[in-house]
């Protein structure tokens, strides 16, 4: 079990055939105070770099990318309540969608954790 | 709006970045957007007790001449002449059309008038003064000192501890007053809906005397997305939004803001097309929006009637932290103007309910004496 970061800062953290999704701890912090989470249907079915999440901060919307194809089977009822979790927990509570993946060898291309520490220090 | 390294900087720029700021640009300068505390809670400060701001980017003029105040009004279609020295009022320039190209606070001082503009419009209002004073009055761009906005409740307990005659001035009025020493033009006025002031201090004294306020424990600095969030749940107008060439000041419902003086003289730009609006009736009227829900409509997102037909646009639109909701304004056709009306709001494709409401959504607490 490991959790991969993509460029646009999406986490994924891959489970037998379930991958959870949601933003990296950097990418929170970009955002600012996190007021509502727009999440797909659950059964919906998504390709890798299709639009899967909305944000909506105090300052402005910003859209969640998926980095794995698969099936949605279920989104974060938590933030309906408590969008702030994702300002809290970005890597925990804060998740926002759980896939069922149809092919795990699209993580391959991620980074690391290690590797995207690295990415994100250099963005600075 | 441009590259960062290539805006400019205001004279308290390093302290921005020593506070931790968030630098933006905006205007052709570097702001600050929010410092470390985050827009929400900058917002919900400056409504418990003080925040700082540097509007330093927005033009201050004085025009001065034989009659400043009927020479103004001959570009603007408000009052001037009303005030008093020592009184200030919300004005805006209008085109022939009736359209507004901006809009501004004129001051009456005793000998001249002090004007302040919208940073992104300073180089046009200088302009259209300039222009259309010619021989009547000289117009000159202050540039040697920076402005501060100290908003919020408890604004008058820090800064009359610095200036005590302060805690006597009204809503929209002006004086001169040493502030810790340093001579500032201080109105009693501000963009948040609360109580504030805000000072026009000489460039030299400025990081000095922010300093001193903002070691005052009610005092915390704040950026332009608090600002904005503000002086929406204020229901005020931002120009270039809400506010265009393409907007009316009766579709804006500013009315309140022209005289029955001014109206019955006319002698503006767009006399013709505002005294015809006002007598018809607009066809659109600005509004309050509310949401149901938690979803914020940003500007531009398209309004729809119960039926799904498009009926008019948010001209700005977010998260209200004090009202712990979205918020909204935009225009609407005069006929789903009315306060309860059911919209919709077309936010990626989807139609969210939301209703017209009266504004502003925070009640104003300006001190009136």
Request: aromatic share 6%.
């Amino acid at each position: 079990m490991s959790i991969k970061f993509t460029e646009d800062h999406e986490w994924v953290l891959l489970e037998g055939d379930i991958a959870t999704i949601g933003v990296s701890d950097y990418a929170q912090e970009q955002l600012g105070d996190v007021v509502f989470v727009e999440v797909p249907e659950v059964g919906s079915d998504v390709s890798k770099g299709d639009e899967l999440s909305v944000v909506e901060s105090v300052k402005a919307a910003s859209e969640v990318y998926t980095p794995v194809s698969g099936t949605v089977i279920g989104v974060n009822g938590d933030l309906e309540e408590t969008p702030t979790l994702v300002n809290e927990e970005p890597q925990g509570g804060g998740w926002f969608v759980k896939i069922r993946i149809a092919d795990a060898s699209e993580l391959d291309e991620l980074m690391d954790e290690a590797a995207y520490k690295d990415y994100v220090e250099g963005l600075a | 709006m441009g590259d960062i390294s290539a805006a400019k900087h205001t004279v308290l720029f390093d302290l921005h970045l020593e506070l931790g700021a968030k630098m933006v640009p905006f205007a052709g300068y570097a702001m600050p957007v929010q410092y470390p505390d985050g827009i929400m809670k900058e917002h919900l400060h400056c409504r418990a007790a003080v925040g700082l701001f540097d509007v330093s980017h927005m033009g201050q003029v004085v025009i001065s001449g034989e009659d400043p105040a009927v020479a103004i009004e001959a570009l603007i279609p408000n009052d001037i002449q009303a005030l008093e020295a020592g009184q200030m009022r919300y004005s805006f320039f209008t085109n022939e059309k009736g359209g507004i190209l901006d809009d501004l606070i004129v001051t009456r001082r005793a000998d001249d008038l002090f004007v302040v503009v919208n940073a992104a419009c300073k180089a046009q209002d200088i302009g259209i003064l300039t222009e259309g004073l010619k021989g009547k009055a000289t117009v000159t761009e202050i540039t040697d000192r920076a402005l501060v906005a100290l908003q919020g409740p408890k604004a008058v307990e820090v800064l009359a501890r610095f200036a005590p005659d302060v805690a006597t001035m009204s809503f929209m009025s002006y004086r001169e007053l040493d502030v810790a020493g340093v001579l500032c033009f201080i109105t009693r006025s501000g963009y948040t809906g609360e109580d504030g002031y805000e000072l026009s201090i000489p460039n030299g004294e400025a990081v000095s005397l922010c300093r001193k306020l903002l070691a005052e424990t009610e005092v915390e600095p704040v950026g332009l997305g608090a600002r904005d969030s503000l002086r929406l749940e204020a229901g005020l107008c931002l120009y270039g939004h809400d506010l265009t060439t393409e907007t009316t000041p009766v579709e804006a419902g500013l009315l309140w803001a022209i005289s029955k003086r001014r109206r019955g003289e006319r002698g503006f730009p767009g006399a013709d097309v505002i005294l015809a609006e006002i007598a018809n009736k607009p066809k659109r009227k600005r509004v309050g929006i509310l949401p149901e829900g938690r979803v914020p409509a940003r500007e531009h997102t398209e309004i729809a009637d119960e039926a799904g037909n498009v009926i008019g646009e948010v001209t700005s639109g977010g998260f209200g932290p004090t009202m712990g909701a979205p918020v909204a304004m935009g225009y609407v056709p005069l006929e789903q103007s009315a306060i309860g009306t059911k919209i919709n709001l077309l936010v990626r494709g989807k139609a969210r309910p939301a209703e017209v409401v009266k504004m502003p959504f925070v009640e104003q607490r300006y001190y009136r004496g």
